[in-house]
């Protein structure tokens, strides 16, 4: 088990460029979510993946970003057109959840984060 | 909607003093709490977890919380701190319902222990 990894740790780009972010969650988990965390402020929730199905995208994602976790395993979250305002750190972080037929989880589903990767826009 | 409020940017302490971080939530639902302590330039690890059961717990690296459901509250304590402690702690809900969607976050408190 190597955890959750992100890559890359670091990206600067130009104003009005796409970057892309990948996760790679610990291998059995069945939820995957990314954060963004700007200075001074804790992470703020922008979307999360059961399996393959993206279930959840908060108000902060807005058109320019698209997140991805086409195999239920990997996910990409997309920037378009970056602005400066995006500048942040984006964590994803991965967690199982466990359901017994009813439709609430038989565990706690714990996150476990990545490192992190953190994106300046200049 | 769950909210989380931590009351102290920052809490600057001596080494081998103690130390306690505060944190209070709102929900309109019963939650789960966590602390989540972030060293510079990296993700976030948890420290330590209220789920039910017991309103005292321990987490790692010697702190525990203590859970107070009246004053919707889960303080952070140390007995005696070291400098590698310095580091950014979250404070964190998570609704016991809805499956589990997301977590919330407080602003979270910078912990500066020196010499």
């Known amino acids: 088990d190597t955890g959750v990894s992100q890559d890359p740790r670091h990206k600067i780009t130009k104003r009005g460029q796409n970057v892309t972010f990948r996760c790679d969650p610990i291998s059995e988990h069945n939820r995957l979510y990314w954060y963004r965390q700007t200075l001074g402020q804790g992470p703020e929730f922008l979307t999360y993946?059961?399996?393959?199905?993206?279930?959840?995208k908060s108000r902060l994602l807005s058109d320019r970003f698209s997140a991805e976790r086409p195999k239920g395993s990997f996910s990409t979250l997309e920037i378009q057109r970056t602005e400066q305002g995006d500048s942040a750190m984006y964590l994803c972080?991965?967690?199982?959840?466990?359901?017994?037929?009813?439709?609430?989880?038989?565990?706690?589903?714990?996150?476990?984060f990545g490192e992190g990767s953190r994106l300046t826009v200049l | 909607a769950q909210s989380v409020t931590q009351l102290d940017s920052q809490v600057p302490v001596f080494e081998e003093a103690p130390v306690e971080l505060r944190c209070n939530y709102s929900?309109?639902?019963?939650?789960?709490l966590f602390w989540y302590v972030q060293y510079p330039n990296q993700g976030l690890q948890l420290l330590l977890k209220?789920?039910?059961?017991?309103?005292l717990v321990k987490g790692i690296n010697g702190f525990e919380a203590e859970f107070n459901k009246s004053q919707t509250s889960f303080h952070l304590r140390k007995p005696s701190v070291h400098i590698s402690d310095t580091a950014e702690y979250f404070c964190?809900?998570?609704?016991?319902?809805?499956?589990?969607?997301?977590?919330?976050f407080g602003k979270g408190t910078m912990l500066l222990v020196s010499p």
């Open positions: 972080a991965s967690s199982l959840v466990i359901w017994a037929g009813g439709n609430q989880p038989t565990n706690t589903g714990e996150l476990f």
């Open positions: 964190a809900v998570r609704s016991k319902n809805s499956g589990y969607s997301t977590l919330t």
């Open positions: 993946f059961q399996n393959e199905a993206q279930l959840e």
């Open positions: 209220y789920l039910s059961g017991s309103t």
């Open positions: 929900s309109s639902v019963s939650v789960y």
